[in-house]
């Protein structure tokens, strides 16, 4: 993933810095969705603290190029586990589940594309976030 963000930067001549590409790498090694101050606490160290714009500006860049996602109704970010391109990476499902937080992202590109496509809308981000229980739990 890492490096794939570092070939997308170069070839759309944006910057792959290392607030960046720490946030990034926080993301895709943790297991479990974070919420920003999370990523704060993990990427700071005494000798570097690291402040909340910082943190933020990485994760607005991210979201904008559809490398993250932000689960709204936790406020925490996911690293995007899809290969697709940033347009179709900012249509995304999340599932989550109520018991025991599992999360997975899926993607329903083609269907959500057709309704809006239908509809005459051009929609540049979108976002559902279902809430449940995992076949495990269940």
């Known amino acids: 993933m890492i490096e ?10 944006l910057r792959f810095t290392e607030p960046r590409e720490k946030v990034l790498n926080t993301l895709v090694d943790g297991k479990l969705p ?17 402040n909340p714009p910082t943190i933020y500006r990485a994760i607005d860049f991210w979201i904008e190029h559809g490398f993250i996602h932000k689960i ?3 406020n925490k970010y996911i690293a ?14 999340i599932l989550i589940c109520n018991k025991c937080s599992y999360i997975e992202e899926i993607c329903l590109v083609l269907s959500i594309d057709s309704l809006f496509e239908e509809k005459g809308f051009d929609a540049q ?5 279902a809430k449940g229980l995992c076949l495990n739990c269940k």
């Open 4 to 13: 794939k963000a570092r070939k997308y930067c170069n070839l759309n001549k």
């Open 34 to 50: 974070l919420g920003a101050y999370e990523l704060l606490e993990k990427m700071s160290t005494k000798a570097n603290k690291i």
């Open 125 to 129: 981000q979108v976002l559902i976030e």
């Open 72 to 74: 709204v109704s936790l």
């Open 80 to 93: 995007c586990n899809h290969v697709h391109d940033a347009r179709q990476a900012t249509k995304t499902t």
